[in-house]
């Protein structure tokens, strides 16, 4: 019985995410997810062409090219446009369901506007995200734009949502089996606002987000675990997955050493197990310099990186720029910046998260010593949450880096963003929890309560995201203005009386589920200790 309600309670919360992920990916309007426009022009040129754009061809059909027009997204030499930067301005919108151009774009797929490239703003990305996208592309080729757009975010929800699930299993696993914890986490990634704004629209960062948190996930696996074939075929899969699916997922290479060669090196019980090290060291080393010779992967930029790189520069430019901007924009963009980088929280709310953030910090650094004092290394799953601090850490530097190296030598900067550390959002959620929670005693229940408030606050703080994009984008209130305008350049299944269900669903949903939450209580302890 209990068994049957822990699994109706997980249900209830995955449903809740995945009822309020289909809320954001029906209320922001078209190409104003981040690069929307470049990726579904991939997906649109994959479709057409049966390939990836190269370099220097036209590559963005004049279907999309026209309504980027008429919607005023279409960006300038500088990449900018009519939003960017302007959180006052507003389309154009009318007093019916239908916008003023909607029946203009939506004819365009009637011709032979969707086959014709007239322009160059489509990504470059590695292909695995957009072969799956130009299926669900292709099943609805006959449909207008609107219908193809929300049917390939509809698969990035989808993406989105395993993304959460695994999230669960990792809080599974570094929690054993204790389910507020573990749904904490999930509540954390899952409703965390800017997380779901950049995983919903068509962006291949919800595959490599899935992927980056499978891979995680399998590490730890083997970390708890121990090796076997089983993991070791899963690790190799993902790896090779994650790999091909965005170019910065290279570090993944040796994260996977690390594991592999300290994993090896605990659990032998061979004799010859330094030589044996040694061996998969050299292996290893092997492997990484024929993917090196063959230009496999993004390993090809290290003869570039090495032949300019300047250590004076490097260090110059990291306490110039790079610390004051992770600081001043990286982290406040982390919890949520919209309207194409326009609009954020007001600076209380800010100052509210930045709190919690240095307190759970600090919070975690009191864990990490008290466990290292009590000789807990030994423990497989404290060696897991070190693992997942060194990658966090390597993915930071490996940015930074790049960053850095990117502006060096052809002076463009990446202008590098809070949700490009999305990949290891379920790291640092994880570190709030435990950071948050150690902060609190168990006497009175303390430690149940602040656990439980911190998910109440993402909640919260995921509504008022909501709240804020709706007045952004819409004149809202009142509510039924808000219908009419929203409705407008979506496909008929998103429009007036359907949009006003999957709200209401939503809400009872989630005040479903929140009563749940608030009265469970594992029979398992509270905290991640021994």
Not at 336 to 349: A, E, F, N, Q, S
Not at 428 to 433: Q, R, T
Request: charged share 15%; with cysteine.
């Amino acid at each position: 019985m209990h068994n049957i309600k822990t699994q109706k309670y997980i249900l209830l919360l995955i449903i809740s995410i995945f009822l309020n992920a289909l809320m954001w990916l029906v209320l922001v309007p078209i190409w104003h997810f981040p690069d929307e426009q470049s990726h579904f022009g991939q997906v649109a040129f994959l479709s057409e062409t049966g390939r990836n754009p190269k370099d220097e061809e036209l590559d963005l059909t004049d279907e999309i090219y026209s309504s980027e027009r008429l919607l005023g997204t279409e960006r300038d030499n500088f990449g900018n446009n009519k939003f960017t930067f302007h959180p006052e301005y507003k389309i154009e919108y009318t007093d019916s369901l239908v916008g003023k151009y909607e029946a203009s774009i939506a004819a365009l797929s009637k011709t032979g506007a969707k086959s014709t490239f007239v322009d160059r703003e489509a990504a470059r990305y590695p292909p695995l995200y957009y072969i799956f996208s130009s299926i669900v592309y292709k099943l609805f080729y006959q449909q207008d734009l609107f219908t193809r757009v929300f049917a390939v975010r509809f698969c990035s929800l989808v993406l989105f949502l395993l993304n959460v699930y695994i999230a669960y299993k990792i809080g599974l696993l570094l929690f054993e089996n204790n389910k507020l914890l573990s749904s904490t986490l999930t509540i954390l990634v899952g409703f965390q606002p800017m997380m779901v704004f950049s995983n919903v629209g068509v962006n291949s960062d919800s595959l490599g987000n899935l992927l980056f948190t499978a891979f995680l996930f399998i590490n730890l696996s083997i970390i708890s675990s121990g090796i076997s074939k089983k993991r070791l075929l899963i690790l190799s899969i993902i790896s090779l997955l994650t790999i091909n699916t965005k170019p910065q997922f290279i570090i993944i290479l040796p994260s996977v050493f690390m594991l592999l060669f300290f994993t090896f090196f605990r659990d032998s019980k061979l004799k010859h197990k330094y030589q044996l090290s040694f061996l998969i060291l050299l292996i290893f080393l092997f492997f990484f310099y024929l993917l090196y010779y063959f230009r496999i992967s993004s390993l090809i930029i290290i003869d570039r990186f090495l032949a300019s790189f300047d250590l004076a520069s490097l260090i110059k430019f990291t306490f110039e720029y790079t610390i004051p901007h992770t600081i001043r924009e990286v982290l406040p963009w982390y919890w949520g910046v919209y309207d194409w980088l326009g609009v954020t929280y007001p600076r209380v709310i800010h100052r509210m998260i930045n709190r919690i953030v240095v307190i759970a910090f600090f919070g975690f650094g009191y864990w990490l010593f008290r466990n290292f004092k009590e000789k807990k290394w030994r423990d497989n799953i404290f060696q897991g949450v070190i693992f997942l601090i060194f990658v966090n850490i390597l993915y930071f530097l490996a940015v930074s880096v790049y960053d850095w190296w990117l502006w060096y030598t052809s002076h463009y900067q990446l202008g590098v963003q809070g949700r490009y550390f999305f990949p290891l959002i379920s790291v640092h959620m994880l570190i709030l929890i435990v950071g948050w929670q150690s902060i609190f005693p168990n006497k009175w229940r303390l430690k149940l309560w602040g656990t439980k408030i911190l998910g109440i606050l993402m909640i919260t703080l995921n509504l008022y995201a909501v709240y804020i994009v709706a007045k952004t984008y819409y004149d809202f209130p009142p509510f039924l203005t808000l219908v009419i305008q929203a409705s407008q350049y979506k496909p008929w299944f998103f429009k007036g009386i359907f949009l006003i269900g999957l709200w209401s669903v939503f809400l009872i949903t989630l005040v479903k589920f929140l009563s749940e939450y608030i009265r469970h209580r594992d029979k398992k302890r509270i905290n991640i200790d021994k």
